[in-house]
């Protein structure tokens, strides 16, 4: 699998707003590993989509400590807050 280029922070592609995933294909599948495989080289904990200049609502992470709890998530939404913490982004 290819390593995906990461946008970095001035890129105004990183403003795009993200639309819905609303096809649950092979294509989608095929995505959500490459952004794994990108994930872990950076190395990083998370990977959104637009990170990889693909705007779709698709975000994969692993906050295991060995690395090997991959989870994929389409569509998310953020429903509850608890607590404030402040973190340097990638």
Same mark, same amino acid.
């Given at each position: 699998?290819?390593?995906? @280029?990461?946008?970095?922070f $001035?890129?105004?592609?990183l403003?795009?707003?993200?639309?819905? +995933?609303?096809?649950?294909?092979?294509? %989608?599948?095929?995505?959500?590993?490459?952004?794994?495989? @990108?994930m872990?080289?950076? $190395?990083?904990i998370g990977l959104?989509?637009t990170?990889?200049n +693909?705007?779709?609502?698709?975000?994969? %992470?692993d906050?295991?400590?060995?690395k090997?709890?991959?989870?994929?998530?389409?569509? $998310?939404r953020?429903?509850?807050?608890?607590?404030?913490?402040?973190?340097?982004?990638?």
């Amino acid at each position: 699998m290819p390593h995906l @280029t990461i946008l970095e922070f $001035p890129d105004k592609r990183l403003r795009t707003k993200a639309q819905p +995933v609303t096809a649950f294909d092979a294509a %989608l599948k095929q995505l959500a590993a490459d952004m794994l495989e @990108t994930m872990y080289a950076a $190395p990083g904990i998370g990977l959104a989509a637009t990170q990889v200049n +693909v705007h779709r609502q698709l975000l994969v %992470l692993d906050v295991s400590e060995e690395k090997n709890q991959p989870m994929i998530l389409v569509n $998310p939404r953020i429903t509850t807050s608890e607590g404030s913490q402040t973190y340097q982004e990638g």
